[in-house]
């Protein structure tokens, strides 16, 4: 196992995320990684968060370290997955893996039934709110 960077999220973001999760199976696997995420996690005001960290709602730049391959996604809550594509939900594996990283930091990349990626945290966009396009 790699080593897991600090993690930062906002408190509004965690209080919203425990409300998600008390509601949500616990005995799916990223329920249990996401509570595990949120227990480790530092907790600071929205307006103090450092702007290299990936909150909900921001627009997240990774690579992956095998490949060289570079995409771009959107970390949302799981009623917001129908707003396009470039989404991943926060109770999917690689989403709860992305809460609270920093730029720079390098994680594994749960794949389902596949050996994990290895993905280096290249940018952070925030977002207070993202409409769907045209």
């Not at 930062?8 to 209080?15: Q, R, S």
């Not at 995420?37 to 730049?61: F, Q, W, Y």
């Amino acid at each position: 196992m790699t080593h897991m960077p600090a993690i930062v999220i906002a408190v509004e973001d965690y209080d919203r995320l425990s409300a998600l999760l008390d509601s949500a199976d616990s005995e799916d696997e990223t329920v249990e990684s996401l509570e595990e995420e949120l227990s480790r996690a530092n907790l600071v005001k929205r307006a103090e968060l450092p702007p290299d960290v990936v909150t909900m709602n921001s627009r997240v730049r990774f690579r992956n370290e095998t490949t060289g391959d570079e995409h771009e996604m959107v970390l949302v809550y799981p009623n917001e997955l129908q707003g396009g594509a470039g989404r991943i939900s926060v109770l999917a594996p690689a989403g709860a893996a992305l809460l609270g990283l920093t730029v720079g930091d390098v994680i594994d990349w749960p794949m389902q039934g596949r050996k994990p990626l290895q993905i280096k945290i290249l940018g952070v966009t925030h977002s207070h709110s993202l409409a769907p396009g045209p």
